[in-house]
């Protein structure tokens, strides 16, 4: 059974920011059991391109949550929570200390807060609530989901990719799809733009799931009852110890330029192909029994389960000449000359060299949005999170470690770890590290003061620039008309 006074660890961050090798740390310290909350790390397959810590690097630590999703599965964050808070209970049960780990901002936050929407059903895009839907963008600029971005570049391989209709809706079933969400939902379809099938479909299901309550009206009951993204005041984990690991923008960057050059370097380029190797010859088995069932589902979708995973999606172009190319292979086997072999390994030397491109891009973007979460929806709302600085990986154990190991002794006084009492000193080092998260507090309030006040001077100068164009339109109108008077005029003087 549920309970929320069970002691809790939680250490969040933005990607590359040294989580895995906390959570590790404070499990061989405090007797405790990791729990995943990364969600591409939940999937099979990709190890080196979602950054799963390797049997070396766990050390022995159980890690639970991870690796138990087929590649093209859907999952959500209603059902994590209930996974989680399952491994909770049965962590604590056996008197070890739960301990969550993750970057994976949402699934967090659902798990700690009482603000998902229970009827909603399963979400169709991991990483995404279906209360964020409507809210998500508007909490941040920098609150954009990393896979939107590639959007537009992977839809052409998505579509070559998948046999299935059910990838491929054409425009006369999106205009369907919408015009019922506004039948039953006018609210919802007034906020989503007609040609968005994902977010129009989950709406349609959460009316249907809900019993034809609609989803404009889930999120009022919600917020009104004191949940919602707005609002973190239902704790249900009201013990948890929150770590944020930070690290210096600049630092950062380069170490997660310097991380992907280290996924190439131990099989990223292999592992990709592999997947796709294997998800392809799943879509053609699962083809051949759609034949007779048209509720049959296409494994490789790329808008799917882990295949929208960072580190795969950005390199669509290259596998898609991977594809192309094996299959050239196999039907022109005796034809191939070795200029056509040296032109093709260019082109696909050049394909691979835009995706690690695009996948440096694409981690420094979703790093920035983890950061941002963080800071508009936690440190901006007062939620007591403990700051630790990672920059320094030299000074990890007296900046991290040890301050993380005071933090929590102050918060639980853990038995069975070294010093059992609440000391003095771990208290004015947890104290310490509560006011660096107010700073951070008071910087956020500066930064969103100046934006503010620089929005309020671009909208009144749009406003004044709309009433001077106004003026102006209504001065050339009068002149025009003035014009056409005076033409008239001299026609009927010359009459």
Not at 15 to 43: H, P, R, W
Not at 166 to 174: E, G
Not at 205 to 221: A, D, F, N, P
Request: aromatic share 6%.
């Amino acid at each position: 059974m549920f309970s929320t006074h069970k002691n809790i660890i939680v250490v969040v961050g933005t990607t590359g920011v040294g989580k895995t090798k906390l959570g590790v740390d404070l499990a061989k310290q405090f007797s405790g059991e990791v729990i995943n909350c990364d969600v591409m790390q939940m999937y099979k397959g990709l190890e080196v391109a979602t950054a799963k810590a390797t049997q070396e690097e766990r050390q022995g630590i159980p890690h639970h949550l991870m690796s138990f999703l087929e590649p093209h599965e859907t999952f959500s964050p209603h059902e994590f929570r209930k996974l989680a808070d399952a491994k909770i209970n049965e962590i604590s049960e056996r008197g070890k200390m739960p301990i969550v780990v993750g970057g994976t901002m949402y699934y967090v936050q659902g798990l700690l807060w009482d603000h998902l929407i229970e009827q909603g059903g399963t979400c169709h895009q991991p990483g995404e609530t279906v209360d964020d839907q409507v809210e998500h963008d508007k909490a941040t600029e920098e609150e954009e989901e990393s896979s939107t971005s590639s959007t537009s570049s992977t839809a052409s391989t998505a579509s070559t990719a998948s046999t299935s209709s059910k990838s491929k809706p054409n425009s006369s079933s999106t205009s369907s799809l919408w015009e019922k969400l506004q039948r039953v939902d006018p609210e919802m379809a007034a906020e989503l733009h007609p040609n968005n099938v994902r977010k129009i479909a989950r709406s349609l299901e959460i009316y249907k799931t809900s019993g034809g309550v609609t989803h404009t009206e889930l999120l009022r009951q919600q917020k009104e009852s004191g949940g919602g993204i707005a609002n973190l005041d239902v704790s249900r984990y009201p013990n948890a110890c929150i770590l944020w690991c930070r690290c210096d923008k600049d630092v950062l960057k380069q170490r997660l330029d310097d991380r992907v050059k280290t996924m190439m370097s131990n099989g990223l380029r292999e592992e990709i192909v592999e997947l796709q190797t294997n998800a392809m010859k799943k879509s053609v088995s699962s083809s051949s029994n759609s034949m007779s069932n048209e509720t049959a589902v296409v494994p490789y979708d790329v808008t799917r389960g882990v295949y929208q995973s960072i580190g795969f999606k950005e390199f669509q172009e290259y596998l898609t000449l991977v594809r192309t190319n094996n299959v050239k292979q196999q039907d022109n086997t005796k034809h191939t000359t070795k200029d056509t072999q040296d032109g093709t390994t260019i082109e696909l030397n050049a394909a691979l060299e835009r995706g690690i491109e695009q996948l440096k891009i694409s981690t420094k973007r979703y790093a920035r949005k983890q950061l941002a979460w963080i800071r508009n929806r936690w440190i901006a709302k007062q939620v007591p999170v403990h700051v630790l600085d990672t920059t320094d990986v030299l000074e990890w154990q007296n900046k991290v470690d040890a301050v993380a190991q005071s933090v929590v002794r102050a918060s639980f006084g853990v038995t069975g770890c070294v010093g059992t009492e609440r000391s003095a000193k771990d208290r004015r080092v947890k104290q310490l590290s509560l006011k660096e998260s107010r700073r951070f507090q008071m910087e956020h309030a500066e930064i969103q003061q100046i934006k503010s006040e620089k929005s309020a001077k671009k909208r009144k100068y749009r406003e004044s620039l709309k009433a001077r164009k106004i003026e102006e339109n209504a001065k050339r109108r009068k002149a025009a008309e003035h014009a056409r008077a005076e033409s008239q005029e001299q026609k009927e003087n010359k009459e």
